[in-house]
Structure formats: structure tokens, C-alpha cells
């Protein structure tokens, strides 16, 4: 028997209904569908359009969705993770109210943010929580609301979101499956790249910031972009070498999805052809916490118990890393 590990168990998501095209973004900002695809590789997003509905709305659909497929009993649960940067409310985690929703009552649970790399870090957290050997099983929901925050008018940033949520479940394996390596890093100067400037504590909201629309996403995508590429690429290099790990070890690349070139350079850095590279950004743009669960939703049943899965991503703060997991079961 091998020493303990954490291991993705079963898998949920859930996109709203609403789908905004590239041709309808065409009649709101100055942009086309050629610019986004060929720049982007986004052809559509879904929105989540009612009222009243925030993240934790997705979050539950997707914790529902992993419920109904695995059997589970949601008073087993120990505790849940929302990975978000867009919860419900600013005071109050959206983790407690999902947990309550979804009927996880013998669960405490939180939010984590780390922007576009809040799922990653949180597959981190969830996985210490197993191997400590403290807790069983862990549901972490990586949900974002993103139209939330997004300037309709700014086309810099409207045609890049979307909304959605994806949800794993953690749970001990003995069989050597699960999470094998994590190298994750951050650099906090990176802040004034990619931010929402008004309503945290240094520039509380006031009619002044709402109507400089300081209380949406700005970001210099030219900077974040190359911060991206060589970041991305670098830490999926690393942790395949540490790991002595080649091509054809690894069966699976699942990057985040914030752009298509991003992703391809890291494929191209690590020698990964095409058919071993998870994409959906297509069909869902760039959805911040729920882009790595909604991969491992769209591929499940293409996965198999043993395949070596390199996750990476990047995001705003500046937050990045990659995780080398070991896949544990066939669906
Ligand atoms: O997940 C969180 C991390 N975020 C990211 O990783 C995003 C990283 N950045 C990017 O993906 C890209 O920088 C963008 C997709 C945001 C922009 O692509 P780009 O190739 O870097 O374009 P650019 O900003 O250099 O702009 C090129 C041109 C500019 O026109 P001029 O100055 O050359 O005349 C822009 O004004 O494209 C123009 N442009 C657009 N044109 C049509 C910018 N946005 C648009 C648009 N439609 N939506």
C-alpha cells in the first residue's frame, strides 16, 4: 500500500443557458468575429442572464450535477471550497451558503480567490486536507459569475469572459492515484496589470468609482499576455522535468483557457501535439475559476485511471502553477 494521496473522485459542471455569440458582440462593441477567433480562439460565452442569480447559482447546478452522477450523500461531505474572484457577496462566503443549499450540513466551507488560478490553488488546498489525513472528502467548486464584472462597452475585455462552474470531489487513495506535484507561484506586483480598482479597501466604492466604471475588470492584455506565455509554459516544463516526466508520459495537458495562442505556446514548450491538449475555450471563453473543471467535465469520459494529467494556469495578483495529477478512475 502506498502512502496516502488525494484523488478527483467525481466531477459535476453546469453553463448557463444563455449563449453570447460572437456576431452579437459584433452589434455591441466595435469588434468581429475574425478579430476574436483568430486572436482569442472564442467563438461564443455563456451568460447567466437572470436577475437576483449570482455565482452561488452556478456553483449549485454544478455540485448538483457531481451529486446525481456519483451517488453521493451531500451530509458526508467534510468540507466546501468555492474557488471564485466574483462571490455573491463581498462579505459572506458563497461557499456556506452552496454547502447549505446543496444539504452538505455536516460541512464547513469558504472561499478561496486567486483569480483565474483560484481553481488550481484550490486543488492544492483541497488535496492537503486529504493527505493530513484530517478530512475524507472535499468538494471544491471553482463558479464564476464574470459578466458581473465586465464593461460591455470596453471590447478589450467583454469578448474574453464567460460564466460557469465546475465542481471535484477530493477523497484518500492508497493506490498511488491522485495529486503527485504541485509547483505554484504568485507575484503580487503583477496587481496593476489586471485588476478591478474600486470597492476593496483601498478604493471603497462611491458614485464617483461607478461612474468612472473603476468597479469593472481592466487589464493590459499585451502585458498579461506575456506574463502568461512564459509563465504558463515554464512551470508545465518544470514540473514535468522534476517529475521525469516526457511527451509520452503525459496523457493529458489541461491548461487554462484565457487564450488560445496562450495555450499553444505552453503545448509547444512541453512538446504536446493537439489530440493531448484539453480545449473548450470556443465554446465558453475564459470562465476564471470554472475553466479547469469544466475541461475535466468535457473530457471525462475520455480520461482513464492512471492516465498523468499536467494541469497549469495563470492569472491576475499575478497567481500561477501547475499540478502533475494522476487520474483515478474510468467513468
Ligand atoms: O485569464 C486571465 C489572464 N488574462 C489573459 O491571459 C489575457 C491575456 N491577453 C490576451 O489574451 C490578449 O492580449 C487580448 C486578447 C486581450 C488582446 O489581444 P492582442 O493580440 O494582445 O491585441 P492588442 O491588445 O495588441 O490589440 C491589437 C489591436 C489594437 O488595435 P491597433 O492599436 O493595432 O490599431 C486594438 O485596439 O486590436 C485592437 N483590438 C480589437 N479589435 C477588434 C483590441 N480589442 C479588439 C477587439 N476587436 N475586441
Not at 108 to 123: I, K, P, T, V
Not at 180 to 207: C, K, M, V, W
Not at 291 to 296: E, F, G, Q, R
Not at 297 to 318: R, S, V
Request: hydrophobic content about 40%; proline content about 2%.
Amino acid at each position: 500500500m502506498s502512502e496516502l494521496k488525494a484523488a478527483i473522485s467525481a466531477v459535476g459542471a453546469y453553463v448557463p443557458e444563455f449563449v453570447l455569440t460572437n456576431q452579437m458582440l459584433e452589434s455591441m462593441v466595435e469588434t468581429n468575429d475574425e478579430w476574436i477567433t483568430s486572436r482569442t480562439g472564442i467563438k461564443q460565452r455563456h451568460i447567466l442572464k437572470e436577475e437576483g442569480k449570482g455565482t452561488s447559482f452556478l456553483a449549485i447546478k454544478a455540485a448538483e450535477d457531481l451529486l446525481n452522477k456519483s451517488g453521493l450523500d451531500p451530509k458526508e461531505i467534510d468540507m466546501v471550497i468555492v474557488a471564485t474572484a466574483t462571490p455573491d457577496l463581498p462579505v459572506a462566503a458563497t461557499a456556506a451558503y452552496v454547502a447549505s443549499e446543496i444539504g452538505a450540513t455536516n460541512a464547513f466551507a469558504y472561499d478561496l480567490q486567486a483569480a483565474c488560478s483560484s481553481f488550481l490553488y484550490g486543488m492544492s488546498t483541497a488535496a492537503a486536507y486529504i493527505e493530513s489525513g484530517r478530512y475524507t472528502k472535499v468538494l471544491l467548486i471553482g463558479a464564476d459569475k464574470m459578466s458581473s464584472i465586465i464593461d460591455y462597452t470596453d471590447r478589450t475585455t467583454c469578448i474574453i469572459f464567460g460564466d460557469g462552474a465546475g465542481a471535484v470531489l477530493f477523497e484518500p487513495n492508497t493506490e498511488g492515484l491522485g495529486l503527485q506535484d504541485e509547483y505554484l507561484r504568485s507575484d503580487g506586483h503583477g496587481r496593476e496589470f489586471l485588476n478591478i480598482e474600486a470597492g476593496g479597501s483601498i478604493l471603497p466604492t462611491t458614485a464617483q468609482t461607478v461612474q468612472e466604471g473603476r468597479h469593472f475588470v481592466h487589464q493590459d492584455g499585451k502585458t498579461v499576455f506575456k506574463f502568461a506565455v512564459s509563465n504558463m509554459a515554464d512551470v508545465a516544463e518544470k514540473i514535468m522535468v522534476r517529475n521525469n516526466l516526457t511527451r509520452d508520459d503525459v496523457q493529458w495537458l489541461v491548461p487554462h483557457q484565457a487564450n488560445k495562442r496562450i495555450i499553444d505556446a505552453t503545448a509547444n514548450r512541453v512538446n504536446l501535439d493537439a489530440e493531448k491538449v484539453m480545449i473548450n475555450i470556443h465554446k465558453y471563453g475564459n470562465t476564471t475559476s470554472a475553466t479547469l473543471p469544466l475541461l475535466l467535465n468535457d473530457y471525462e469520459k475520455q480520461l482513464k485511471k492512471g492516465d498523468n494529467l499536467i494541469f497549469a494556469a495563470f492569472g491576475g495578483g499575478f497567481t500561477w502553477g501547475s499540478i502533475y495529477l494522476k487520474w483515478a478512475y474510468n467513468s
